[in-house]
């Protein structure tokens, strides 16, 4: 068994923690029941305790890499912070469970996360645990009435860059990405993660300390597209958004009720536009 560590595509001198596992296996042959021996990289998928001072939140299932972008991204989105300065610092401690992030918060953003008392446990995929009311339902604040063009063409060029761009995908074929393009399809960043929440809040994360205007661009995610995924794209202030896979149809609500541009579906050879046509663009301009 043989492990590998990817490098952290956040730039920062964060330690080196292995992304994926080799592990031995055996190719099964349908056509004639035969064995063969193989060997398969697996994604390391590990519980990271979010920790606020210091009562603990949030245990999800993640993958050990961008975690300072992860504790930026994923108080945001959840609204525990309102922006990338109200947290103080980030410390990442090891546990012999998994990890902690202890993320301590300026003192007012401490006072409301506490009065909060919401609690999530264990999810890779789940958005929405831990609530107890159906008013209590994740919901972004409305975005001014603000829009960008999204290009076919950016759309295209961004699905052809996208695979070369996944690099620990392309170790082990069993992690989610999300990328932020530019205007004409180039991938400025990039972050992937077992879980597609996560790997969306590692993205956010990661504009948020850049300061990224979030109209400068679109956001690009390779799973499927839920209502979370459109909440979280509408907290940081996106207003496109371009899936791999399909929408669901509170996705498509959501999108709509915010004005989100939503593009799903999306292949090589095209896509299904659900909100926003009338800011796709063809060609140099025209509609």
């Known amino acids: 068994m043989s492990r590998t560590t990817a490098p952290d595509?956040?730039?920062?001198?964060?330690?080196?923690?292995?992304?994926?596992?080799?592990?031995?296996?055996e190719k099964l042959v349908f056509a004639d029941a035969a064995?063969?021996?193989?060997?398969?990289?697996?994604?390391?998928?590990?519980?990271?305790?979010?920790?606020?001072?210091?009562?603990?939140?949030?245990?999800?299932?993640?993958?050990?890499?961008?975690?300072?972008?992860?504790?930026?991204?994923f108080s945001f989105?959840?609204?525990?912070?309102?922006?990338?300065?109200?947290?103080?610092?980030?410390?990442?401690?090891?546990?012999?469970?998994?990890?902690?992030?202890?993320?301590?918060?300026?003192?007012?953003k401490l006072q409301r996360h506490l009065a909060r008392g919401r609690n999530l446990a264990g999810r890779t995929g789940c958005g929405v645990c831990g609530i107890d009311d159906l008013s209590a339902?994740?919901?972004?604040?409305?975005?001014?009435?603000?829009?960008?063009?999204?290009?076919?063409?950016?759309?295209?060029?961004?699905?052809?860059?996208?695979?070369?761009?996944?690099?620990?995908?392309?170790?082990?074929g069993a992690v989610h990405a999300a990328a932020w393009c530019e205007p004409d399809g180039t991938i400025a960043a990039i972050r992937e993660d077992v879980g597609r929440h996560?790997?969306?809040?590692?993205?956010?994360?990661?504009?948020?300390?850049?300061?990224?205007?979030?109209?400068?661009?679109?956001?690009?995610?390779?799973?499927?597209?839920s209502f979370e995924m459109?909440?979280?794209?509408?907290?940081f202030g996106a207003r496109a958004?371009?899936?791999?896979?399909?929408?669901?149809?509170?996705a498509i609500e959501r999108a709509r009720a915010y004005g989100i541009t939503l593009v799903a579906v999306a292949r090589h050879d095209g896509a299904l536009v659900f909100n926003g046509g009338e800011h796709v663009i063809a060609g140099d301009g025209g509609a």
């Open 9 to 25: 595509s956040s730039g920062t001198d964060a330690p080196q923690r292995e992304t994926s596992v080799r592990y031995d296996a």
């Open 35 to 73: 064995r063969q021996p193989a060997t398969r990289q697996a994604p390391v998928e590990t519980p990271i305790n979010i920790v606020y001072a210091p009562i603990p939140f949030a245990v999800m299932m993640a993958t050990p890499q961008d975690l300072e972008d992860f504790a930026v991204g």
């Open 77 to 108: 989105t959840e609204g525990i912070i309102d922006s990338v300065d109200d947290i103080r610092s980030v410390a990442i401690e090891e546990d012999e469970a998994g990890l902690k992030l202890i993320v301590a918060l300026a003192s007012d």
């Open 137 to 172: 339902l994740p919901r972004a604040a409305m975005t001014p009435d603000t829009s960008v063009d999204l290009r076919v063409s950016a759309v295209e060029h961004a699905l052809v860059a996208l695979p070369d761009q996944q690099k620990l995908n392309q170790m082990t």
């Open 198 to 225: 996560n790997a969306l809040d590692k993205l956010v994360g990661h504009l948020l300390r850049r300061k990224t205007d979030p109209l400068s661009g679109f956001l690009l995610i390779t799973s499927r597209c």
């Open 230 to 235: 459109v909440e979280k794209a509408a907290a």
């Open 241 to 250: 958004m371009v899936a791999v896979s399909a929408p669901t149809s509170l």
